[in-house]
């Protein structure tokens, strides 16, 4: 009897040992699968709430918090408009921006009114974006800033904070045709002036009213992020350069019958000459002598045949040419070919004129090269047969001394 009890309770003893060590191996296992099944853990604990704790509340119309000066900053987001954003389409969530806020209640925020609150929040860009954040330190808008224009705008006031829309399309970054429409819409917040001139314009009309991608906008002329100066010497020499990059593609030209010849026409005359070498020599210094928006305008250039502005309409011309040649006549302004090369079909008397010196200068110098060398040729002839004769003339008179000599000899 003792021996079965003894079996029994070895028996017993192995197996809570083996379920011991077996549940040791169980229980072991778990966490490594949590491990790598469950996300890494965030450093910041604010960064692991998610968009539905922040929309419980920022998601009910109504919400407000009333700034120092007693303007009222609507905390309202509605939900719609962020995920069809572009942040909302990558997931982006809002602790992702706002990460200094955590869950609720909320560290205090102050600001003296929207203003300087839209000025503290639009700093949360440069975490994902320091490339665009940086060159726009280096804008109008940012110098602007910093001399207490504190309208100038910031990324929140063009990009907007909780709808930010895609402009370019993804790999490719080609700008997308809606968003060309778009920016001069979003710069007429502050610029309205210049949009309503704008959008009368060649230019403006064709994109804003056809949709017409190949106008420029906005940001073709002026820049994204690091928004020069309009206003700066550098600025104006360098604009011919702007308006050569659309006027001397070929591709696009051809399609309106624009000539591109536009740059070489304008730098090869007096004004643009000297436009150029200040740009390259001094390119800080003013210079009175025209670029291309001194005669057709900035943002109003309408098109060249327009019976009021367009300079292919004489008086049009000649009122633009007197703003610096105050004395010129009608006839001053004949002299311009309207930036194209001379053609039969275009400027018929120049072209022909100047196809018969480029033949009849060639001939006349050649021939005066021709007249030279053969003259040249002729007086080394001469100076040859010179050299020749007095040669043999000098041998002559030596043979001749020579001889009585001889003689002499044979007599002794």
Not at 205 to 230: K, Q, R, W, Y
Not at 351 to 375: Q, R, S, T
Request: charged fraction near 20%; aromatic fraction near 8%.
């Amino acid at each position: 009897m003792l021996r079965r009890y003894t079996l029994i309770l070895g028996a017993t003893s192995i197996f809570f040992l083996a379920v011991l060590l077996g549940g040791a191996g169980v229980l072991a296992a778990p966490p490594a699968q949590s491990v790598s099944s469950q996300p890494t853990p965030t450093p910041d604990p604010r960064l692991s709430i998610s968009d539905e704790v922040c929309l419980d509340c920022h998601g009910k119309p109504g919400l407000t918090y009333t700034l120092e000066n007693g303007d009222v900053l609507d905390l309202y987001i509605t939900p719609q408009d962020y995920h069809a954003s572009v942040h909302g389409n990558l997931g982006y969530a809002c602790v992702q921006c706002h990460r200094v806020i955590g869950n609720y209640p909320h560290p205090p925020f102050q600001a003296k009114d929207l203003r300087d609150a839209s000025l503290q929040l639009y700093q949360a860009c440069q975490a994902c974006h320091p490339h665009q954040y940086e060159l726009a330190q280096d804008s109008v808008h940012a110098a602007a800033l910093q001399v207490g224009k504190r309208e100038a705008a910031v990324c929140s006031d063009c990009h907007s904070a909780h709808a930010v829309r895609r402009l370019n399309k993804p790999g490719t970054l080609e700008m997308l045709p809606d968003a060309r429409v778009w920016i001069p819409q979003t710069c007429s917040k502050c610029h309205n002036a210049i949009f309503n001139a704008y959008k009368e314009s060649v230019h403006g009309s064709a994109l804003v009213g056809e949709g017409n991608p190949d106008v420029p906008t906005c940001i073709d002329c002026h820049g994204v992020h690091n928004i020069e100066n309009p206003t700066t010497a550098a600025f104006r020499l360098s604009s011919p350069q702007i308006c050569a990059k659309c006027h001397t593609d070929e591709v696009k030209m051809a399609k309106y019958g624009i000539s591109t010849q536009v740059l070489n026409t304008y730098v090869a005359d007096f004004h643009g000459t000297t436009v150029t070498l200040f740009e390259k020599m001094t390119p800080d210094a003013e210079t009175n002598k025209p670029v291309c928006y001194d005669c057709h305008g900035i943002h109003d250039i309408r098109r060249a045949d327009d019976p009021e502005k367009g300079l292919h309409v004489r008086e049009n011309l000649l009122y633009r040419c007197q703003r610096c040649h105050p004395d010129a006549t009608t006839n001053f302004s004949t002299a311009w070919m309207s930036h194209y090369i001379p053609s039969p079909e275009k400027n018929p008397i120049v072209y022909y004129v100047n196809l018969f010196y480029k033949f009849f200068i060639p001939a006349v110098l050649g021939g005066m090269a021709l007249l030279v060398a053969m003259d040249l040729n002729k007086s080394l002839s001469v100076r040859i047969q010179k050299s020749l004769y007095k040669g043999r003339r000098t041998v002559s008179a030596q043979e001749d001394i020579s001889q009585p000599e001889q003689e002499d000899s044979h007599d002794g």
